[in-house]
């Protein structure tokens, strides 16, 4: 049974995987020179942002795929792709933080009651964090039922990481678009169709017999 | 050739890019700043513009012409040093009408050849939050305007960059209203300080910043700053502009650069300029980019919350 438990085995890859981002990036700012661009502060603040929506949408995608498998394993990997999307979510913050505003609190506190985008991107880590520290057996045992109904706010979490995107773009929205669709779907598989179709064909015949019947 | 050589010099007087480069190198290094010596071999014609100081040198070649925001190739950074190559930049004219007693067409030629080109380096403020210092090549806009003769009915002057998908391959999705359209005062497009800009870094203007013609008004975010212009019209109504009738309340007419007008969905207060690096701070934003004394009086007694 353990030797045939490869998830085991596949786990440390994944990990390392998920840090290839920060490691290519991490290697091109140290290995100075020109790598990360003009601007360099944005090429790293567009970089952690998306791999943390990126990281969220992967770790949505696992439980339809173990649906649709038939397969209990990507469940299995969703609280680490969660992690990571919190961990690049924090490397955001760090950036805003320290590189884009160096600490200058007047104006981190302005952008925070002023700017929706940041707010609205704010609210989604603050969130996040809540998951994250929650996301331990521990906490899974503590909280019971109230656990599933806690971490069902990955999904608010993804609308505001899309929105977020979504406002602080000037013309070309297609790329957050791309994630806003690739999210609607991630979110329209968990609507119980399965539940509305058989409502649907049960109540079938019996629309059918009464338009018959209006129709004479 | 792009830049007028002085008729007493003989062109084997004159020095090489790549010698004036690295005399200009020099220079900097030297921490005079671009000093008069290096511009004397580009034929300019020495003026008392302002410049920006010691603590702001120019932008790395490489970033001015790596890093741009020109739609009509693509809406990332990289897009235009990518796909500009498309532009066809000869023959180009210049169409000039509306408002004016002597209508006509200008090559671009007739440009470089009847206006003394000058070297001015500006101070490039991006509504983004994020500047440059670029050492343009160029001639004053009113000098050109003067010779179509506008009429006194001519209280704005209106610009068009060419429209042409096959060699602006951005032009095809509708990212933007196109033709790209920008529009001036005739007072802001008479004054000293804005330039026809017909180079860069002493050289023509690479495809990717507005080759071969572009406008540069320095006090204004540089979306103003019209590139590759095919027209110009003298009106008597303030002329459409094309990021403005999108989205009136985040891109004003005027677009002056003002710390005290945020955009609505960023501040304005303070810029990263390019080049300084990832662990530098952020600069702060001077009222007009710093070119106050010599503009803020075209606005007087203008609210400038309300005409940002």
């Given at each position: 049974m353990a030797g045939r438990d490869w998830v085991v085995w596949a786990k440390p890859g994944v990990f390392l995987l998920c840090l290839l981002p920060l490691a290519l990036t991490l290697a091109q700012g140290l290995g100075g020179g020109l790598a990360l661009g003009a601007n360099p502060v944005e090429t790293l603040l567009h970089r952690s942002g998306l791999w943390t929506l990126r990281m969220l949408l992967l770790t949505l995608a696992l439980t339809p795929l173990s649906r649709a498998l038939g397969r209990p394993w990507p469940i299995r990997l969703r609280r680490m792709l969660g992690l990571f999307a919190f961990f690049y979510g924090m490397l955001h913050l760090l950036v805003y933080l320290w590189l884009d505003r160096a600490l200058d609190w007047p104006v981190i506190v302005e952008d925070l009651t002023e700017r929706p985008y940041i707010i609205v991107g704010m609210v989604a880590l603050v969130l996040m964090s809540v998951l994250a520290l929650t996301s331990t057996r521990g906490w899974q045992r503590r909280l019971r039922r109230n656990w599933k109904r806690l971490h069902r706010a990955v999904y608010l979490i993804g609308v505001l990481g899309v929105l977020h995107f979504l406002w602080l773009v000037k013309a070309d929205l297609r790329e957050p678009l791309i994630y806003a669709v690739i999210l609607g779907v991630l979110l329209a598989l968990r609507l119980p169709w399965g539940r509305w179709r058989r409502a649907w064909v049960q109540s079938a015949p019996a629309v059918a017999r009464r338009s018959v019947s209006s129709s004479r | 050739m792009l830049i007028r050589k002085p008729a007493d010099i003989p062109s084997s007087e004159i020095t090489p890019p790549e010698v004036w480069r690295a005399r200009r190198t020099f220079i900097q290094g030297a921490a005079l700043g671009v000093g008069a010596a290096a511009l004397a071999p580009l034929g300019a014609v020495a003026s008392t513009y302002p410049r920006p100081g010691e603590d702001e040198p120019l932008t790395p070649r490489e970033f001015v012409t790596g890093y741009n925001n020109f739609y009509e190739f693509g809406t990332d950074k990289g897009d235009p040093a990518a796909h500009a190559h498309r532009l066809r930049t000869r023959p180009w004219s210049v169409v000039v009408d509306g408002e004016c007693a002597r209508p006509g067409e200008i090559s671009i030629e007739d440009m470089l050849s009847g206006f003394d080109q000058q070297e001015r380096i500006y101070r490039l403020r991006c509504v983004e939050a994020w500047a440059m210092v670029i050492p343009w090549v160029g001639f004053p806009l009113g000098e050109l305007l003067a010779r179509f003769e506008p009429t006194s009915r001519a209280r704005y002057v209106a610009f068009e960059t060419l429209f042409d998908p096959e060699q602006m391959p951005g032009q095809r999705r509708q990212v933007l209203d196109w033709p790209y359209r920008e529009g001036l005062r005739?007072?802001?497009?008479?004054?000293?300080?804005?330039?026809?800009?017909?180079?860069?870094?002493?050289?023509?203007?690479?495809?990717?910043?507005?080759?071969?013609?572009?406008?540069?008004?320095?006090?204004?975010?540089?979306?103003?700053?019209?590139?590759?212009?095919?027209?110009?019209?003298?009106?008597?109504?303030?002329?459409?502009?094309?990021?403005?009738?999108?989205?009136?309340?985040?891109?004003?007419?005027?677009?002056?650069?003002?710390?005290?007008?945020?955009?609505?969905?960023?501040?304005?207060?303070?810029?990263?300029?390019?080049?300084?690096?990832?662990?530098?701070?952020?600069?702060?934003?001077?009222?007009?980019?710093?070119?106050?004394?010599?503009?803020?009086?075209?606005?007087?007694?203008?609210?400038?919350?309300?005409?940002?």
């Open positions: - | 005739i007072d802001e497009a008479m004054h000293p300080l804005t330039l026809l800009a017909t180079g860069l870094y002493g050289e023509t203007l690479p495809n990717q910043n507005g080759a071969p013609l572009r406008l540069v008004v320095p006090w204004k975010y540089g979306f103003k700053s019209i590139k590759s212009i095919v027209r110009i019209r003298f009106t008597a109504e303030q002329p459409p502009a094309t990021w403005n009738r999108m989205q009136p309340d985040e891109y004003g007419f005027y677009a002056n650069v003002n710390p005290a007008v945020d955009h609505p969905r960023w501040s304005q207060k303070s810029h990263r300029m390019i080049g300084d690096g990832w662990l530098a701070k952020r600069r702060e934003t001077l009222p007009f980019n710093g070119y106050a004394e010599e503009v803020a009086g075209l606005y007087a007694g203008m609210d400038l919350r309300r005409f940002y």
